[in-house]
């Protein structure tokens, strides 16, 4: 049991080792100049404006949580779609090949249930007004 875990313990273990090998030598070799300029914050090369705690508005959480939503879909479109030819057979696949007579509905039922209860929740939210930014 302990020849299983061998290849994980020596990745792990390599990669911290390499971890702190690489932040130890950036310490020790890289001289250490602040200035005043170098230290102020830096937001995608603009100047910063006003105060970092204020208040957003909750139509930024809206289109946030939207955002969210979508990109888990895509997320689970790409395992969907690498097992789509299995999840459509009765039987296990011959070469990656169906049978013709053992073809279900299953696996393209499955994505279209889940597309359509995403695109009445998108319907929703279009209809709210929740992707308008005014």
Same mark, same amino acid.
């Given at each position: 049991m302990?020849?299983?875990?061998?290849?994980?313990?020596?990745?792990?273990?390599?990669v911290a080792v390499n971890a702190v090998l690489i932040l130890g030598l950036s310490h020790y070799l890289?001289?250490?100049?602040?200035? $005043?300029v170098k230290q102020?914050? +830096?937001?995608? #090369?603009?100047p910063v404006l006003g105060d970092a705690r204020e208040r957003f508005s909750v139509k930024f959480y809206m289109v946030a949580m939207l955002f969210i939503v979508f990109d888990v879909e895509t997320v689970l479109l790409v395992p969907w779609a690498a097992y789509f030819q299995q999840l459509s057979c009765k039987v296990p696949l011959v070469?990656?090949?169906c049978a $013709?007579?053992?073809?279900?509905? +299953?696996?393209? #039922?499955?994505?279209?249930v889940?597309?359509?209860?995403?695109?009445?929740?998108?319907i929703y939210e279009w209809k709210k007004?929740?992707?308008?930014w005014d």
């Open positions: 302990e020849r299983t875990y061998l290849p994980v313990l020596l990745l792990l273990g390599f890289t001289r250490h100049r602040p200035t $005043p102020e914050p +830096y937001e995608s #090369g603009m070469n990656g090949v $013709p007579d053992q073809v279900t509905f +299953y696996g393209f #039922g499955t994505m279209l889940f597309m359509t209860v995403l695109v009445a929740g998108f007004g929740a992707m308008q």
